[in-house]
Each structure stands twice: as structure tokens, then as C-alpha cells.
């Protein structure tokens, strides 16, 4: 697991030395998870890092690469013991922007559990977003977005609300 996620931050920095040669960008944020529907039943939020590569393909599509980790807690599950389970989503997708602020994107990919036995394994995860990023440098953007981000498996789908905050450089 760790040799996965670092090859895919490599990637990713790999990627960003290249984005400063095409108008690429980088971006590094921090993800909310509120789940919805049986997820949440014994789970209470989620929270993770989040890092996120754009390239453009024309005036208002971009294409995206987005890895983060969820780390989720919830009640307890038996006496003293609460559920707690981390997932590693790594997603590809295009964000459009409908103005000079606004957009809208679409990205699937697969979540990857951190758990052992029964929670383990990976799902397709997909997730349409609403955002805005603004610049706040000649560099620099704030990226604020809210999406429904759902991970079906062959036993169901885990489903919930993201909030996302992050700085594009």
C-alpha cells in the first residue's frame, strides 16, 4: 500500500514539473466526508488529504487526476471499539468551467480500503462536483467544491457529501 501511494505521489510531482512548462496545475486540499444512507448509519465524517492535478485541454476543459486519503470515524462497534477505516480514492475525470470562476466535473476511478478482511478490496468510485476556484496570485487559485462521491462494490455502494478546500499552484 505505502509503495502504491508513494509511486502515485511521484507522479504527481513529476506531473508538477511539467505543469510549470504547460499551465498545468497542482493543487493540494483538505476533503470533508459526511455519509449518506447506510454508510452512514455507523459512521459519523470522514477526513483526509487531498492532492489534485489539472491540465488543459482547451479555454474551459481541464483534465484531472485526484488521489487523496479518507480516513472515516463512526461509533462503537462492539464495547470499546469504534469504526474507524481509511480509503485511498484515486480518480481521473474533466472539469469544465461554465464562467471565469465556476465549473462543474465528473471523475471516476477506484477507492482502495486500508482495511484487513471483510472491508478490504477496492470499489469504482465516481463523484460529480460544483466548485469554484478563484485566484488569489498571479500563480495561485483557492479551490472550494462540494460533490456526491459514491464507491460501489459487488455488496453495495458506500455513498456520502464531500466539502474540498484547496490552493492550486
Known amino acids: 500500500m505505502r509503495r502504491i501511494f508513494a ?3 511521484l507522479i504527481l510531482i ?3 514539473i511539467y505543469a510549470q512548462r504547460s499551465s498545468s496545475k497542482v493543487g493540494i486540499g483538505i476533503d470533508f466526508a459526511f455519509p449518506q444512507s447506510n454508510f452512514g448509519s455507523n459512521v459519523n465524517y470522514g477526513v483526509g ?7 488543459p485541454i482547451n479555454a ?14 463512526g461509533d462503537a462497534v462492539f464495547t470499546d471499539i469504534k469504526y474507524r477505516e481509511g480509503f485511498v480514492p484515486l480518480k481521473a475525470g474533466l472539469r469544465y468551467f461554465v464562467s471565469e470562476y465556476l465549473y462543474g466535473s465528473a471523475e471516476a476511478g477506484i477507492s482502495i480500503s486500508s482495511a484487513n478482511g471483510n472491508g478490504s478490496g477496492t470499489a469504482f ?6 466548485g ?3 485566484p488569489v496570485s498571479n500563480k495561485g487559485s483557492i479551490d472550494a467544491s462540494i460533490r456526491y462521491e459514491g464507491w460501489s462494490r459487488s455488496n453495495g455502494t458506500r455513498s456520502f457529501i464531500g466539502l474540498r478546500v484547496g490552493y492550486n499552484f
Open 14 to 16: 513529476s506531473s508538477s
Open 125 to 130: 468510485a465516481y463523484s460529480p462536483t460544483l
Open 60 to 73: 474551459n476543459l481541464n483534465f484531472t487526476v485526484n488521489i487523496g486519503y479518507l480516513r472515516f470515524n
Open 49 to 55: 488529504p487531498s492532492i489534485l492535478f489539472q491540465s
Open 132 to 134: 469554484v476556484e478563484f
Open 7 to 9: 509511486t502515485i505521489i
